[in-house]
């Protein structure tokens, strides 16, 4: 049995085979949108500012 999954850019099912070589997408189309996604930050994990380390100090900016 050949798994079907759906393109993760435009929903279109895709047959999940060796010969697909744009899996899990369905053409290079989708997997450039994808990409141009991921280049411009479209996909971003929320969070807060790091804390900061034991080698940053105040003012080490203003420094020069």
């Known amino acids: 049995m050949i ?3 759906k393109c993760p850019t435009c929903g279109k099912a895709v047959r ?3 010969e697909n070589r744009f899996r899990p997408f ?4 989708c ?7 991921w280049a411009t930050e479209k996909y971003r994990i929320e969070g807060g500012d790091p804390p900061p380390s ?3 100090s105040p003012g080490e900016d203003l420094k020069n």
């Open 31 to 37: 997997k450039q949108i994808d990409l141009g996604a």
């Open 16 to 18: 999940w085979v060796p």
């Open 54 to 56: 034991a080698d940053d």
């Open 3 to 5: 798994a079907v999954v």
């Open 26 to 29: 369905c053409s290079e189309r």
